[in-house]
Structures are given as structure tokens and as C-alpha cells.
């Protein structure tokens, strides 16, 4: 028997029980191919950050001595394709059997089940062992229902795996303190600064760039930010801990220009790509609390266990139960182009510039920065969700498919008429006001309505709820703005809404 295992790019769990024996007739493989660096455009960091992170995960298994075949980017004999090469390599080396790992997203899914039709050997799936839930069990959970809660599916989540819990009551009694999580950065509170690693991938820069892949963003090739390996990752989550989760629920949801990752983990990444574990992330911050209860408040806790092991594992859930249709869903027949500066930055806005800013900076952005500022102005712009969802699938380190995507098009662009979440999210100027400190220098004007320097965010919100009342009046969760829109003067509507047209057709010059 000469077994041969594939590991995708976002399978570097060295904890996974395939490694825990050594075995000579077993033979891993990696590689670096065209159809994943190309299925979009990626920002440079992502794809430097994941080539760094395999080639590293790749000489760690050699170092235990297990057989390793690594494809590189310009080898001669790469043929592009997770198939062919696999088809490559059973011929060439004689294997008669191959295993994968059950790939993360549909699209890589299929193609792999199709391999294992073609060859002649048999194979098998193996599961990851990385999250907390089966890929089928939010569809088993919610059977039958059209809607999905995250908060019950969270609940369940936490039960089913004795987190924050006592007994089957939550410990404190309170299952949820989002209420308790959105404060604005107070003006004379200085934020720890990130802990960023320097490393050197101008190696594999240099390799990207001979290969001829095209991609977006920026890079300092000598300074990658981004954890690469294990080690690197476990540094990042005990950095967390320490100078982090004592204000992470507190200050989730605020924004403050050029601070562009505040108390925020930053592990996900490290989480995507698996060099570490959502159970050693939750297990890490659980202790932390128990021993130290006066530094980190029980709220910053919930707060942070539930983006694990409830959005994380629902948005995967959700994925797997809606796929394929869901790639395609658009509730509001929305049909625009991404604004051109989308790729650049500039743009008046003060606060869409500075999260595109740093978004091709660092290739990130905190999530209520992709929510409230990018995703909010892109749903209120109209923006074709399938060009929104190449924007986000191509710009962020921990883009993957099953991630982005309910993120994306379910939660932020509600293109799924409300299965990930009830309502969309949209706000005009005074929600990012309240969030922030964008508006006060911004050349736009957060109490303007109308006129040349109205902030757009208010115009294009009205039009908003205006142009979709069909789909959206009945929503018991919006009636109240449907009473707002009911009691103003005519006049005042139609100046809106033009004022709305304008800016549309005017996008690129925002
Ligand atoms: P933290 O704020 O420190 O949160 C801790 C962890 O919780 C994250 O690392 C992540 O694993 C998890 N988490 C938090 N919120 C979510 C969520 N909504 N869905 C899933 N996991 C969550 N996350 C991705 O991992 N990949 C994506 O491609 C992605 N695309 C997004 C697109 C949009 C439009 C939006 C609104 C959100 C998206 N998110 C995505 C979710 C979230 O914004 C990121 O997980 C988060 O910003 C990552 O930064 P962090 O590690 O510092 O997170
Ligand atoms: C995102 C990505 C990129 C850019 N390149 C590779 C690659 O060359 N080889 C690889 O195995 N994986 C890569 N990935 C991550 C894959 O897209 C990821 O494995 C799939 O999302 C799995 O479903
Ligand atoms: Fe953003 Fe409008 Fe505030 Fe400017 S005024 S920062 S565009 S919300």
C-alpha cells in the first residue's frame, strides 16, 4: 500500500491525527497552483502569507520525518491543478491509494470529488478536526426552518461543548452581553499596539511575481505582519489574551482612524488557514478570565467566545446548508459596478477611505469596519453582489469562500433576503458618528442631508429603505423606520431621493 495525502493551503493543523504517526508508505503533499492563486485576485499578502505558511508546515513535517512532496509555484512539472497534479503523482510514483481532507469550500469540494471518480485508485475523506461542528449540523439543526438564528444555534454550540456553562444553565445566568459591547474608544484611551511579526517572504515574492499571478494590495516584503507558522500563531493568541481581551467586547465595535486593528485578535488568519484550533483559542481565553476575573471582565469573554464558536461555526454551517444557490442570491436585484476607487482609496469619504486604506495596507480591516463602512456603503450604493463578493474574497488575509461568503453576501449585503441574519445592516451617517471619529474631519457632512457636501450615507440610507419597501416593510425589525419615512414632508423625500440619484450615478466621484 502506498497511501498519498493531500493537504490544501488552509490545512496546516499539525495536531491532526494523520501526523501523530510516522509511516513510510504514506507520502503528503502540498502545492502551489494557478487555480487557487487565480479563482480571484488576491491582495499579495494573502497569497505570500499562505505559499510562507505551507513551505513552512511542509519542512515541519520533514523535520519529523515524514515523506513530503512539495509543489513550488514555477516548478517545471506543476501542472496547476489540485487533479492533475494528484493525477501526475499516482502515476508517477505508483500510489494505490489517496486521502484527502474534507476541503472548506464547495467550489475545491467538488473538484476533488470528481478526482477521486476519475482515478483508479480508491480514496477517502478524512475530517479536518478542526471545528467545533460537523459540516451538516446547522442544516440538521434548523430542519425545516426558513430563517436562521445564530443566537440559537450559539446556545446550543455552547452546551453541546461545555463552554461558559454550568450544568446546561450559562454561567452568570446571561447567555449574551452584546449589550454591554458597544462603546465608542474614549478620547484619551490609548490602545495597545498590535504585535506584528517582520517576516521575509521577498522569496516568495520574487516567485509570485516571475510566475506572472496578478494581485492587489501592498506589501512589505521583508515585514510580513502575519503569523506564518505555529508558533508564530500561538505568540499572536497569547498576545491576545494578555493585552487584549480585558477590552475586547467593550471596544468591538469601535473605529478610530488609523488604528486599524484596536483590540482585536487578528487570529483569523491563523484560525482559516487551521496553525491553530478555535478549541485552543476559547480554551486559552477561558483560563485567562479564571485566573485573572479583575482584568478581564466576564463580558469581554462571552463576547469574544461567542465570534468563535457561534458566527464561525454558524457562517460555516450556513455555507454548507445553502450551497450552491448561494453564491448566486440577490434579494434586491442589485446590478451597479464596485466603485473604481474601491481599489484605491480614494475616495472624499473619510471613513470608507480609511477602512479601503488599510484593508490594501495590512489586508485587514475589524469586522464592523467590513460591516458598517465598506459593506454598508456598498449595499446603500446598489453594488452587484457578485462584484462586492470578489472585493472581499480578494482583498483580506482570512478571505476563504465559506467565511466570506455568508459574511458577505448574507450578512452585509443581505443578497440572501435573511437567512444569516433578520435585517440588513445599513446606516447613515449617524451610526458611523456614534462608532467613530471619521466625520468631524471629513470633507463631507455628517448633519447634511442634501446639497454639495451631504454625507452620502444619509441620501443613499432613505433611498435605501424607498426603493425596497416591497421587500422590506413587513419586516417587524424595520417597521420603525417605515413610520419615520411615512411622517416626512413630501418635499423632503424627493430632495432625498434625488439628492440619492445623484450620488449613484455620480459614484465614481465620491
Ligand atoms: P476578532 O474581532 O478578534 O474576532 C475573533 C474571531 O472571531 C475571528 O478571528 C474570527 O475567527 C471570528 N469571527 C468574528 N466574527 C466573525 C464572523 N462574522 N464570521 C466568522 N467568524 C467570525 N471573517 C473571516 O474569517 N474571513 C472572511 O473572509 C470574512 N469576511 C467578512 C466579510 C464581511 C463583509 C464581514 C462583515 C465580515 C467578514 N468576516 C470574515 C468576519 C470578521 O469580520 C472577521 O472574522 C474578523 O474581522 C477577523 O479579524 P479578527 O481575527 O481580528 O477578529
Ligand atoms: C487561497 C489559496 C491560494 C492563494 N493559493 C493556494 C495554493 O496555491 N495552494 C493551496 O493548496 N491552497 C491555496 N489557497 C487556499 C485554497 O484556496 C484553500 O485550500 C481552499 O480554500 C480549500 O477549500
Ligand atoms: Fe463617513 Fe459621512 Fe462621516 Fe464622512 S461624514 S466620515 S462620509 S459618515
Not at 480614494?346 to 488599510?358: F, G, L, P, S, Y
Amino acid at each position: 500500500h502506498k497511501i498519498l495525502r493531500l493537504v490544501l493551503g488552509d490545512q496546516l493543523n499539525s495536531n491532526h491525527s494523520w501526523f501523530q504517526e510516522k509511516n513510510d508508505a504514506t507520502t503528503y503533499v502540498l502545492m502551489e497552483v494557478r487555480s487557487e492563486t487565480d479563482y480571484v485576485q488576491h491582495h499579495i499578502q494573502k497569497i505570500a502569507g499562505i505559499f510562507a505558511a505551507m513551505r513552512n508546515f511542509a519542512s515541519e513535517l520533514t523535520a519529523k520525518n515524514h515523506h513530503v512532496l512539495y509543489i513550488k509555484i514555477n516548478d517545471e512539472n506543476n501542472l496547476h491543478s489540485f487533479e492533475k497534479n494528484i493525477k501526475q503523482l499516482i502515476e508517477l510514483y505508483q500510489f494505490s491509494y489517496f486521502e484527502y481532507q474534507l476541503p472548506d469550500e464547495y467550489r475545491v469540494d467538488q473538484h476533488v470529488q470528481e478526482l477521486c471518480k476519475t482515478i483508479s485508485i480508491p480514496s477517502k475523506a478524512c475530517d479536518t478536526e478542526h471545528f467545533f461542528s460537523e459540516r451538516n449540523e446547522l442544516a440538521t439543526f434548523f430542519n425545516g426552518k426558513k430563517t436562521y438564528i445564530m443566537e440559537n444555534f450559539y446556545r446550543m454550540m455552547r452546551k453541546k461543548h461545555h463552554v461558559l456553562m454550568e450544568g446546561d444553565k450559562p454561567l452568570t445566568g446571561k447567555w449574551n452581553y452584546d449589550q454591554d459591547n458597544r462603546k465608542k474608544l474614549p478620547k484619551n484611551h490609548v490602545p495597545v499596539q498590535p504585535y506584528i511579526f517582520n517576516n521575509d517572504v521577498s522569496e516568495i515574492v520574487t516567485e509570485i511575481k516571475k510566475a506572472g499571478i496578478t494581485f492587489i494590495g501592498e506589501i512589505d516584503e521583508k515585514k510580513l505582519l502575519w503569523p506564518i507558522n505555529r508558533d508564530q500563531a500561538l505568540q499572536l493568541l497569547h498576545f491576545f489574551i494578555s493585552e487584549c481581551l480585558g477590552y475586547f467586547g467593550d471596544y468591538q465595535d469601535a473605529m478610530v482612524p488609523n488604528l486599524w486593528s484596536m483590540y482585536h485578535s487578528r487570529l483569523s488568519f491563523a484560525l482559516n488557514v487551521k496553525l491553530i484550533s478555535p478549541l485552543e483559542v476559547i480554551t486559552a481565553a477561558v483560563e485567562a478570565w479564571n485566573a485573572n476575573p479583575e482584568k478581564i471582565s466576564y463580558n469581554q469573554l462571552e463576547g469574544f467566545v461567542r465570534q468563535i464558536l457561534g458566527w464561525r461555526e454558524f457562517m460555516r454551517g450556513v455555507y454548507w446548508a445553502k450551497m450552491p444557490e448561494f453564491a448566486h442570491l440577490n434579494y434586491f436585484k442589485y446590478s451597479n459596478k464596485l466603485p473604481h476607487w474601491f481599489w484605491t482609496g480614494k475616495t472624499k469619504m473619510n471613513c470608507v477611505r480609511d477602512a479601503i486604506e488599510q484593508s490594501l495596507h495590512y489586508a485587514y480591516a475589524h469586522h464592523i469596519q467590513r460591516l458598517m463602512i465598506t459593506g454598508n456603503f456598498l449595499l446603500l450604493a446598489e453594488t452587484d453582489p457578485d462584484e462586492v463578493d470578489q472585493w472581499y474574497l480578494g482583498i483580506y488575509i482570512d478571505a476563504f469562500e465559506w467565511v466570506e461568503l455568508t459574511n458577505t453576501r448574507g450578512m452585509s449585503q443581505f443578497a440572501d433576503g435573511g437567512i444569516v441574519g433578520t435585517k440588513p445592516y445599513v446606516s447613515s451617517s449617524s451610526y458611523i458618528h456614534k462608532m467613530s471619529s471619521y466625520c468631524s474631519t471629513c470633507f463631507y457632512k455628517k448633519e447634511v442631508k442634501t446639497g454639495e457636501k451631504a454625507c452620502p450615507f444619509n441620501s443613499l440610507y432613505w433611498n435605501f429603505y424607498n426603493r425596497n419597501e416591497n421587500l422590506l416593510r413587513t419586516n417587524p425589525r424595520i417597521a420603525m423606520m417605515y413610520k419615520v419615512w411615512d411622517k416626512m414632508k413630501s418635499e423632503e423625500k424627493t430632495a432625498l431621493l434625488s439628492q440619492a440619484a445623484y450620488y449613484l450615478k455620480k459614484v465614481n466621484e465620491l
